[in-house]
Antibody, heavy 122, light 112 residues
Framework: QVELVQSGGGVVQPGGSLRLSCAAS????????MHWVRQAPGKGLEWVSF????????YSADSVRGRFSISRDNSKNTVFLHMHNLKVEDTAVYYC???????????????WGQGAQVSVSS | IVMTQSPLSLSVTPGEPASISCRSSQSILDSDDGNIYLDWYLQRPGQPPQLLIY???HRASGVPDRFSGSGSGTEFILKISRVGAEDVGVYYC?????????FGQGTKLEIK
């Protein structure tokens, strides 16, 4: 069964850095693009970043572009979110997710990690 | 694509039906395969979003058949045939046909 297990997160001062990890199992990880989505306290869900299956192309939301980067290690079935120059407004629960549409002609069921809390505060 | 949910909150008597609407600012019909990649999630307090319905009308594993999804074009509905206490939380629609994926604002369901 598909599983996404997240680690990382914590409390950091404004301007600091953190790295989130998301370890995948139960599917052919290197064949799927991966997303990060976040949710600020009391707010809705916001897409943050995406990386294609082989890591060659990435995309990020305007709100984090230039500060956050996404990468992956297909040998370890893991995707990362590198967060730099963190701001108070980056405080949120961050989720990794597989949101592919289809694979091998079959509709793919979306899967999410359990979330990781990132708190930016002085 | 902007996703707009209504109502933003609703209060339902146990055993009664409920429905939540989600509207997209443009069509989310995938022209390549004809699917509508519209998903519904329930988020309970302190929990990650739980997938209920994916690709318009497919119930996720373990989801009771009280939940159903439907719609076309730009209008979508999540229906709960008989609301129970365990259905309390915030419901989100999400489209992933067009990049980047976008979400509705959420609909808070409470029990009367």
């Amino acid at each position: 069964q598909v599983e996404l297990v997240q680690s990382g997160g914590g409390v950091v001062q404004p301007g600091g850095s953190l790295r989130l990890s998301c370890a995948a199992s139960g599917f052919n990880f290197k064949s799927f693009g991966m997303h990060w989505v976040r949710q600020a306290p009391g707010k809705g869900l916001e897409w943050v970043s995406f990386i294609v299956h082989n890591g060659n192309t990435t995309y990020s939301a305007d709100s984090v572009r230039g500060r956050f980067s996404i990468s992956r290690d297909n040998s370890k079935n893991t995707v990362f979110l590198h967060m730099h120059n963190l701001k108070v407004e980056d405080t949120a629960v961050y989720y990794c997710a597989r949101l592919a549409l289809t694979f091998g002609g079959q509709v793919v069921v979306p899967s999410w990690g359990q979330g990781a809390q990132v708190s930016v505060s002085s | 694509i902007v996703m707009t949910q209504s109502p933003l909150s609703l209060s339902v008597t146990p055993g009664e039906p409920a429905s939540i609407s989600c509207r997209s600012s443009q069509s989310i019909l995938d022209s390549d395969d004809g699917n509508i990649y519209l998903d519904w999630y329930l988020q309970r307090p302190g929990q990650p979003p739980q997938l209920l319905i994916y690709t318009l009308s497919h119930r996720a594993s373990g989801v009771p058949d009280r939940f159903s999804g439907s719609g076309s074009g730009t209008e979508f509905i999540l229906k709960i045939s008989r609301v129970g206490a365990e259905d309390v939380g915030v419901y989100y629609c999400m489209q992933r046909t067009e990049f980047p994926t976008t979400f509705g604002q959420g609909t808070k369901l409470e029990i009367k």
